[in-house]
Structures are given as structure tokens and as C-alpha cells.
């Protein structure tokens, strides 16, 4: 079953849409279903999960690159040994 929606765009949003939709020859409807798709998934099938994992594997991999370092990088507020320092003081972390 499809439904019709009305949306408004900005004029840059509009003339991002032109533009893709003059590049590829897909509708304006067709790109925005795509881009609806991308943004909110529902439940993916294996095949939509094994091709996301083969499209990013190893987007992050060099030789100075180092997961715990992004994490760490990411964090918001302190880190877990700063936090077991506040509550219990200088220390091994141990009350």
C-alpha cells in the first residue's frame, strides 16, 4: 500500500534533489523513499546487514588507527577511572 504526503522543501533542498535526480534519472519521489529508507531503517534483512558490514569494513583501518582511542575520543565527561577518583579519591579506584 503507498501513501501521499506533501512535504516542503528549502530552495537548497530542492536544488539538491534537481540536481541527484538530473545526475541519476531517478524522481524526486524515488529519492526521497531512498533517503527515507537510509536514514529510518525498519529490520533488516541478513543480506541488508552483511552488506552494510562489507561496505564499512575496515573504513576506519590504518596503522596509527586505534578503536579504544575513538571511543575514548567520543566519551562525554570524564572516564570511568576519573569518575571512580571522584567518588572514592586518589587512588587504585579501591573504596
Known amino acids: 500500500m503507498s501513501?501521499?504526503?506533501?512535504?516542503?522543501?528549502?530552495?537548497?533542498?530542492?536544488a539538491r534533489l534537481k540536481a541527484e535526480s538530473a545526475r541519476t534519472g531517478l524522481g524526486l519521489g524515488e529519492l526521497v523513499r531512498r533517503a527515507v529508507d537510509e536514514t529510518y531503517p525498519g529490520k533488516l534483512s541478513i543480506e541488508e546487514?552483511?552488506?552494510?558490514?562489507?561496505?564499512?569494513?575496515?573504513?576506519?583501518?590504518?596503522?596509527?588507527?586505534?578503536?579504544?582511542?575513538?571511543?575514548?575520543?567520543?566519551?562525554?565527561?570524564?572516564?570511568?577511572?576519573?569518575?571512580?577518583?571522584?567518588l572514592w579519591g586518589p587512588g587504585d579506584g579501591r573504596p
Open 49 to 86: 546487514k552483511l552488506a552494510i558490514i562489507d561496505k564499512y569494513a575496515g573504513a576506519f583501518a590504518g596503522p596509527e588507527y586505534d578503536i579504544l582511542d575513538e571511543i575514548a575520543a567520543r566519551r562525554i565527561g570524564p572516564s570511568a577511572a576519573e569518575r571512580l577518583e571522584q
Open 3 to 14: 501513501h501521499r504526503t506533501q512535504v516542503i522543501l528549502e530552495d537548497a533542498q530542492y
